[in-house]
């Protein structure tokens, strides 16, 4: 497991050149990681900018602290293992091709205070079934590239609704 804390905002190049962990600067690579598999991010990181996470090829599960309330464009883009993802409910943004071809991700849930969202930040994750949505807006969903149609309340939808759920029939 990789743990990150610290405070604020995690660029790419602090990432893979220059992170700080609780216990040391490291440099991580997860191609040649035994454990790439699972990141824990701890609190007061608050924003997770662009290309993050971008091609962690190994990378299976992420937890991240209450403290984030951003992801940047492409942040876990290319993450082809990435099948659990939990978000922070005070996340207000998620950007563009966030998850990017993510194509084991099953699930993903809109936190509450979500205030912006490009639909296509799910573009490829052809193993998502499912999108809950806890945030107070209604958010436009890709009908491309994914495993079937939205369907919500029995009807079949390209906006999902505050507080409902779609799966993919």
Request: glycine residues 8%; contains cysteine.
């Amino acid at each position: 497991v990789l743990t990150i804390g610290g405070s604020g905002k995690i660029d790419y190049e602090e990432l893979f050149y220059s992170i700080k962990t609780e216990t040391s600067q490291v440099h991580w690579d997860f191609e040649d990681a035994e454990d790439g598999k699972q990141i824990v991010i701890k609190d007061g990181i608050t924003e997770l900018g662009r290309l993050c996470f971008h091609h962690c090829v190994l990378l299976e599960k992420v937890e991240m602290s209450d403290s984030v309330q951003k992801i940047g464009k492409s942040a876990f883009s290319e993450c082809w293992k990435l099948k659990e993802i939990k978000l922070s409910p005070n996340i207000t943004q998620i950007g563009k091709d966030a998850f990017l071809n993510c194509r084991s991700l099953r699930k993903i849930v809109l936190p509450e205070r979500l205030e912006e969202y490009h639909r296509d930040v799910i573009w490829g994750c052809t193993a998502l079934d499912e999108i809950e949505n806890r945030s107070a807006y209604s958010w436009k969903l890709n009908t491309k590239h994914v495993a079937g149609r939205w369907f919500c309340d029995g009807k079949e939808v390209d906006e999902l609704p505050p507080g409902k759920t779609a799966s993919i029939r």
